[in-house]
């Protein structure tokens, strides 16, 4: 008989982050952040627990609900609580609906990925099998578009380009794996697509449900991408230095499906091509083990090429705050980009 899936699961308990000084930092710089959204927060999820009514979808709320950062929604209501004219039914509405996007996507990330853990919980895949996560992550792409659908038509367009952008990014993604001659241009291309999309896209429909003149709303999409791309980069950092405890996910994955990150693409430049195809040669054999992930990471440490790709994405995050159109919010998107580049998981 398969496995019922008809009720939510029993959350486990997660792991203690390691306390320290930039872990409590970034806690800090997160809190302050959401502080002017934090009523509508609120009212995204309660959106999500109405709108995944359903009991086999109520099944995923843990995957939302268990230790997620919100920052895809608290951006879409930054965005519009710059405006003149916030429309708050509808900032709730794409706040859910890009939560639920993301979601998704996590889903079937995970599945890409074989990732065992996400959350510090198991995935959903990994729980309920790759048929059920591959079903679930559609159902709630459409559940969030029944929410699109009730906005006007600019909404409506600028979410179905970040959703054909994600899934491009993704494919692109596959296609570059185990190339070694991958360039830094052609990375941040894969990353603008998959991650720094829905992100820009964010801003700019909080913009425009918020009453933002159309400059203003494409000033804040431009910090959303370049604060999605800054995000996706130490993202990528922290797959290779980071603590799989306090990630509360798998780390590693990456290079061991053969996705070369900007920090591995900046260690392979720093190499002679003889050390270069010495450290990559189970790479190009499309041979990677535990063995070889450990020296890759530890050698993008040593060589500083982590480090180097830290910097770029603060550069990326400089960049974004340049852009404008915050009204008396600029606080809150200074303290996300110093969440940014501070934290830990």
Known sequence: MPPQIATAPRRARSPRPAAGPAADGAAHALDRALAPVKDGLEAVSAMVLAELADPVARTVVYLIAAGGKRLRPALVLLAGASGPAPNRTGLIEIATAVELIHTATLIHDDIIDRS???RAQPTFHHRWGTERAVLMGDYLHATAFTLIARQDS???QAMADVCR???RGELREVEARYRLDLTEAEYLDIIRDKTA????GCCRCGARLGGCDDETTERLAAFGMSFGLAFQIIDDCLDLSGDERQLGKSILTDLDKGALSLPVIYLARSLSERERMRLFAPLRRGDVNPAFL??????????????????????LLDEALTAGGMNGLRSSYQDLADYAVTRRS
Do not use: D, N, Y
């Not at 999309?197 to 820009?200: A, C, K, N, Q, R």
């Open 154 to 156: 600019f909404v409506m």
């Open 116 to 118: 065992p853990l996400r």
């Open 165 to 167: 952008q994600l899934c």
């Open 294 to 315: 450990a020296r890759v990471a530890a050698a993008a440490r040593q060589t500083g090429a982590i480090a180097k790709a830290q910097e770029r994405a603060r550069a």
């Open 197 to 200: 999309s829905l992100i820009g």
